[in-house]
C-alpha cells in the first residue's frame, strides 16, 4: 500500500490547479445554476470553498487512479461529488453507493442536467459501505473521498471496498485524520492541516 499526505504546495501547484479545474466548473456553473433547486444545506455542501481539501484529493485520485475507458469504477460514499460525472466522461463505467438519507433520487435530481451520462455511464445507488451488494471482484477501480473518517467501522468498510476490487485492481482512498493519531501528534512539516486534521491519501493494488 503506497501512503502520502496532503501537502499545501502540491493543492497550489500548477498541476493540481490544473486537474481541480473542471471540478471548479462543475461546481461553480452548473450547481450555481441549480441553486433555486437545491436546499441552502446541500449548495453548501457542493460549494469548494467549503470542501477544504477537494483541491488536493480530487487531483490526486486522477493522478493515482491510473483511470482508461470502458473500466468499472465504484465510488464509494460519493455524495453529490462530481468525481464519477467526470470518470463517467472519461468513459468509465462508473458506480456510485452511498446510504444518506436522500439516497438516490437526491443524487438523480442533483445531476440530472446530463441525463445521458446517468443513463449510459453513471449508476447512483444507495447502500451500506459495511455491506456492498456487489459479487468479489465486480469493479476495477474503487474509490473512496473523505468517506471513511465518517463510517461507523472503518475497517469493515475497507475490507468490502478490497473485496469488490478485481484482481490486478486498485482501491484509492483519501481520508482526514486527527493530528493527534500522528506520531508525536504533530503534523509533516507542510501538511494539509485543518481544525485538528491532516489528511491523507493511499493507494492499494489488488493481488492475483
Not at 449510459?120 to 473523505?146: C, K
Amino acid at each position: 500500500m503506497t501512503e502520502c499526505y496532503a501537502t499545501e504546495a502540491e493543492k497550489s501547484s500548477v498541476l493540481y490547479r490544473h486537474l481541480f479545474e473542471p471540478f471548479r466548473y462543475w461546481y461553480r456553473e452548473v450547481c450555481g445554476r441549480r441553486s433555486e433547486e437545491m436546499t441552502d444545506a446541500t449548495h453548501t455542501w457542493v460549494d469548494p470553498d467549503m470542501q477544504w481539501s477537494r483541491g488536493w484529493e480530487y487531483p490526486w485520485v486522477l493522478l493515482h487512479g491510473e483511470f482508461q475507458s470502458g473500466q468499472r469504477v465504484l465510488d464509494a460514499g460519493a455524495g453529490a461529488s462530481p468525481l464519477p460525472m467526470m470518470l463517467a466522461r472519461q468513459g468509465c463505467q462508473v458506480v456510485t453507493v452511498d446510504d444518506d438519507q436522500e439516497g438516490e433520487g437526491h443524487r438523480e435530481h442533483l445531476w440530472g442536467f446530463h441525463p445521458e451520462l446517468t443513463l449510459e455511464r453513471y449508476q447512483a445507488m444507495r447502500g451500506n459501505l459495511h455491506h456492498l451488494a456487489y459479487d468479489e471482484a465486480t469493479f476495477d477501480r474503487v474509490v473512496s473521498v473523505g468517506v471513511l473518517e465518517h463510517l461507523k467501522d472503518r475497517d469493515v468498510a475497507i475490507a468490502e471496498m478490497r473485496r469488490v476490487v478485481k484482481p490486478g485492481g486498485l482501491l484509492v482512498v483519501t481520508e482526514d485524520r486527527a493530528i493527534a493519531s500522528w506520531p508525536g501528534a504533530v503534523p509533516p512539516d507542510g501538511a494539509l492541516v485543518y481544525q485538528g486534521t491532516m489528511v491523507v491519501g493511499w493507494v492499494e493494488r489488488k493481488h492475483d
